[in-house]
């Protein structure tokens, strides 16, 4: 499979699961290469493999209807500095689930 039927590949595939939701967070668990094939879909790049994701990094793109924005790319911070995700002492417990960032109808 050469890197243009990839990246369609996987575009597609993304795409798919992007309508089938409407609002909130979707988690994508994959590998670089799939990785790669979305975000340089997204940044314009031609070139396969333009980086090497680091294990476990969370790479995010933020959707806002036809819109696609990079937010993070080859975060690692829950490695490096786990401590900046834990509450300070006697802080008031985090809302079950994360808000959605995108804004809802009206």
Do not use: C, K
């Amino acid at each position: 499979e050469s890197g243009a039927e990839l990246q369609a590949r996987v575009v597609a595939a993304v795409e798919r699961i992007l309508d089938r939701h409407d609002r909130g967070n979707i988690l994508a668990v994959t590998h670089g290469g799939v990785i790669n094939a979305y975000i340089r879909s997204l940044l314009g790049i031609d070139h396969d493999m333009f980086f090497l994701p680091e294990n476990t990094s969370v790479n995010t793109v933020l959707v806002e209807g036809d819109r696609r924005r990079v937010w993070f790319l080859n975060d690692v911070r829950h490695l490096t500095d786990p401590a900046v995700f834990v509450p300070p002492s006697g802080a008031a417990a985090a809302p079950a689930s994360p808000a959605d960032p995108r804004p809802g109808p009206d």
